[in-house]
C-alpha cells in the first residue's frame, strides 16, 4: 500500500566539507524535506584534517556519511572531484528525482547543468558568495544565510519597495495573469524561480511569498475560494475586483 513517503521525492544530498558551514548542517536538512526525503546523505572532505573536527556530532545527529578523500596533490581539490563522481554514478542508478549540492564552489557548475539534462532536479546550497554560474545552473538554490532563526517572519516588517522585486512580480504577473490582471500566486512564485533560482522571498524578511505580495505597495492582493491571487496596481482603482 502506498503511503506519502513513498511519493515523496527521492534525492541525494552531497555536502563540500570544505565549503559549507558545519553550523548550518541542521538549517539545511530541515529545508530539503520542503523538496522530498533525503535517501542518500553524504559528505566529502579531507577528514584527518584538523579544520573538519568539528564534525563528528553534526554528522552523527543527521546520520550523514562521511567520505574520506585524502589531498594527495597540493592545488588540486580531491573533494570536488571524489563528489562529482560519486554524482554521477547515483545519477546513472536512475533511482533518484533530484540532487541537493551544497557547496559555495562554481567547480560545481558542470555536474549541476548535466544532472538537468537528465531531467532531474537540483538543489543548491550554498553561501552568498557563491559565484552567479552555479546558482543560476541550479534549478532552485537556497543561501544559507537565510536558514535558521533569521529565516522567521517579521511581524513588523516594512512596506518592500525594492525596484528588483516589483520587476519579477511584474514579469511573472504579465505573463500568468487572466484577462481582468489577476494571477495565482502560486504560478507567480513559480515563474519567477525559472527566471531567478535564488529568488527567496525570505530575502525580504518573509517567510510565507504571500506575506511578501503584501508587503509590495504597487502589488494588489486577494483571496478567492481559499486561492492568493495578485495583480498590479493601476493608477484608477477598478470598481470590479472579479
Known amino acids: 500500500m502506498s503511503n506519502n513517503f513513498e511519493k515523496s521525492p527521492r534525492l541525494a544530498v552531497l555536502i563540500d566539507a570544505d565549503n559549507t558551514p558545519s553550523k548550518s548542517i541542521p538549517h539545511i536538512m530541515e529545508e530539503i524535506t520542503k523538496f522530498g526525503t533525503a535517501h542518500v546523505r553524504r559528505i566529502y572532505g579531507d577528514w584527518s584534517s584538523k579544520l573538519l573536527s568539528g564534525w563528528k556530532d553534526v554528522l552523527l545527529d543527521h546520520s550523514i556519511q562521511p567520505i574520506q578523500q585524502f589531498a594527495y596533490t597540493t592545488g588540486k581539490n580531491a573533494t570536488d572531484i571524489a ?57 532552485k538554490f537556497i543561501y544559507l544565510e537565510l536558514l535558521g532563526p533569521q529565516s522567521t517572519e517579521s511581524s513588523k516588517a516594512k512596506p518592500v519597495t525594492d525596484s528588483r522585486l516589483f520587476h519579477y512580480f511584474k514579469a511573472a504577473i504579465d505573463a500568468t495573469s487572466n484577462d ?38 504597487k502589488v494588489e492582493t486577494k483571496h478567492s475560494d481559499s486561492h492568493f491571487y495578485v495583480r498590479i496596481k493601476t493608477a484608477k482603482k477598478k470598481a470590479d475586483q472579479k
Request: net charge negative; charged share 20%; proline share 5%.
Open 83 to 139: 563528489m562529482i563522481i560519486n554524482a554521477m554514478d547515483l545519477m546513472y542508478t536512475e533511482r533518484f528525482d533530484g540532487f541537493c549540492l551544497v557547496s559555495s564552489d562554481s567547480d560545481f557548475t558542470p555536474l549541476a547543468a548535466r544532472i538537468r539534462e537528465q531531467s532531474l532536479t537540483v538543489y543548491g546550497f550554498g553561501q552568498q558568495k557563491t559565484p552567479k554560474p552555479f546558482v543560476e545552473t541550479c534549478d
Open 180 to 217: 481582468s490582471g489577476w494571477a495565482a500566486l502560486g504560478g507567480v512564485g513559480s515563474h519567477i524561480n525559472k527566471q531567478a533560482p535564488d529568488f527567496d522571498s525570505r530575502t525580504w524578511g518573509h517567510s510565507k511569498l504571500s506575506d511578501l505580495a503584501k508587503s509590495i505597495p
